[in-house]
């Protein structure tokens, strides 16, 4: 059964840093890219960054460049998303989901399959 689980979403200030991390079972996951989307409720799920299958190629939205970095243990089946210099406006749910390609503007929710739950971040004071 494929299966991907976020977790290490939390609250955390504005300034602050955090680490997600989206964890694969069911199937070989250095055979496929893996996504990060957000969302908030009442908006269209939004692309934040994406790691090609043995990590060369990677992928961020605009709005998270030069704050963000992906990385990925395929060892461990797991992809990090690690997120500094957090702002009030990536409060979201976070979720992972696969593909078979990575591309630098990450790609449309619609190109990716199997979606993890969620971990909810929030960045306030």
């Known amino acids: 059964q494929v299966k991907l689980v976020e977790s290490g979403g939390d609250l955390v200030q504005p300034g602050g840093s955090l680490r997600l991390a989206c964890a694969a079972s069911g199937f070989t996951s250095s055979n496929f890219a893996i996504g990060w989307f957000r969302q908030v409720p009442g908006k269209e799920r939004e692309a934040v960054s994406c790691?090609?299958?043995?990590?060369?190629?990677?992928g961020f939205a605009d709005s998270v460049k030069g704050r963000f970095s992906i990385s990925r243990d395929n060892v461990l089946n797991t992809v990090f998303l690690q997120m500094n210099s957090l702002k009030p406006e990536d409060t979201a749910t976070y979720y992972c989901?696969?593909?078979?390609?990575?591309?630098?503007?990450?790609?449309?929710?619609?190109?990716?399959?199997?979606w993890g739950q969620g971990t909810q971040v929030t960045v306030d004071w």
């Open positions: 790691i090609g299958r043995d990590g060369s190629r990677i």
């Open positions: 989901a696969r593909a078979y390609y990575c591309s630098e503007t990450v790609g449309q929710w619609f190109e990716y399959d199997d």
